[in-house]
């Protein structure tokens, strides 16, 4: 059964950056694509980034675009979400999630129910 783990958020100020990391593990035939969701204070989850299994498709949804960066080391089982230029708008505690059963191989669209396998969530927090 897939599993996944966020690591990597925190504190910044504004104009920081961080890398949040999402491990991997459980599954069997194919690699997931991992999608990364943002929920703010108060807010319902947003959709972020999205990856695919071989990372040949990705997506970086606004207003994210530009200033984060999704990658992925299937050799490490790990997907990385480089968040640059960081505003207090951004906090929140962010999901990665997995997908090996239904789009694996793209990215194009991406919404919550296409991922079976959430992880716990990470704060990320960015406030002067």
């Known amino acids: 059964q897939l599993q996944v783990v966020e690591s990597g958020g925190g504190s910044v100020q504004p104009g920081g950056s961080l890398r949040l990391s999402c491990a991997y593990s459980?599954?069997?035939?194919?690699?997931?694509?991992i999608g990364w969701f943002r929920q703010a204070p108060g807010k319902d989850r947003e959709a972020v980034s999205c990856?695919?299994?071989?990372?040949?498709?990705?997506k970086t949804l606004d207003p994210w675009k530009g200033r984060f960066t999704i990658s992925r080391d299937n050799a490490k089982n790990t997907v990385y979400l480089q968040m640059t230029g960081l505003q207090p708008e951004d906090t929140g505690i962010y999901y990665c999630?997995?997908?090996?059963?239904?789009?694996?191989?793209?990215?194009?669209?991406?919404?919550?129910?296409?991922?079976?396998?959430w992880g716990q969530g990470i704060q990320v927090t960015v406030s002067s």
């Open positions: 990856i695919s299994n071989t990372g040949a498709s990705e």
């Open positions: 999630a997995g997908d090996t059963d239904t789009f694996p191989n793209y990215c194009g669209v991406f919404t919550a129910d296409r991922f079976a396998a």
């Open positions: 459980g599954f069997t035939v194919r690699s997931p694509a």
